[in-house]
T-cell receptor, first 109, second 117 residues
Framework: QKEVEQDPGPLSVPEGAIVSLNCTYSNSAFQYFMWYRQYSRKGPELLMY????GNKEDGRFTAQVDKSSKYISLFIRDSQPSDSATYLCAIGGAQKLVFGQGTRLTINP | EADIYQTPRYLVIGTGKKITLECSQTMGHDKMYWYQQDPGMELHLIHY???????EKGDLSSESTVSRIRTEHFPLTLESARPSHTSQYLC????????????????FGPGTRLLVL
């Protein structure tokens, strides 16, 4: 079993839709929860970072962490074609940061 | 915005050649990392460093080597490239927020796409 599981998609939605991306993890010692966005032929860029259960909002993006269920989510409101990218979750603790496989998202105009 | 640079961005090379992938960051970060990423696959950590003169192997076995002589510079070397080394190589860095931890936010460079013929 992988330490971090992420549905690779691909996921295709119309512009303006609400997008939900999810990851599960197995190690309860993990303390840091991040979402990265990676455009084609680019390196990942950090979108959201949190280390506690609950919601964190930044513009159209909301990161949600449920430590009891070992489940994290990223919500994108009013999705735009420019949001089309691969989204990777990254979950870490002492000595380790583990990345999910990435979900490939396409927003159709 | 993170300032981390990788060169070359693309490299096509023949089997058996020695190559060095360069990575530099201007943020003064103590920790640096090298990942390998194949298309549609997750990132695999191949090397990391806590600071000058510190290098560690990551989770993925790799025939590459790294050095950390200066804080800002973390080159990766393949002594003899093979087609199995064809991949994207991503360099990252992070601050030393918690001593001994690699769980903090990492900032990535643009990557080097390597093709070994």
């Amino acid at each position: 079993q992988k330490e971090v599981e992420q549905d690779p998609g691909p996921l295709s939605v119309p512009e303006g839709a609400i997008v939900s991306l999810n990851c599960t993890y197995s190690n309860s010692a993990f303390q840091y929860f991040m979402w990265y966005r990676q455009y084609s032929r680019k390196g990942p860029e950090l979108l959201m970072y949190t280390y506690s259960s609950g919601n964190k909002e930044d513009g159209r993006f909301t990161a949600q962490v449920d430590k009891s269920s070992k489940y994290i989510s990223l919500f994108i409101r009013d999705s735009q074609p420019s949001d089309s990218a691969t989204y990777l979750c990254a979950i870490g603790g002492a000595q380790k940061l583990v990345f999910g496989q990435g979900t490939r998202l396409t927003i159709n105009p | 915005e993170a300032d981390i640079y990788q060169t070359p961005r693309y490299l096509v090379i023949g089997t058996g050649k020695k190559i060095t992938l360069e990575c530099s960051q201007t943020m003064g970060h103590d920790k640096m990392y090298w990942y390998q990423q194949d298309p549609g696959m997750e990132l695999h950590l191949i090397h990391y460093s806590y600071g000058v003169n510190s290098t560690e192997k990551g989770d993925l076995s790799s025939e590459s080597t790294v050095s950390r002589i200066r804080t800002e510079h973390f080159p990766l070397t393949l002594e003899s490239a093979r087609p199995s080394h064809t991949s994207q190589y991503l360099c990252a860095s992070s601050t030393n927020l918690l001593a001994g931890s690699v769980g903090e936010t990492q900032y990535f460079g643009p990557g080097t796409r390597l093709l070994v013929l």
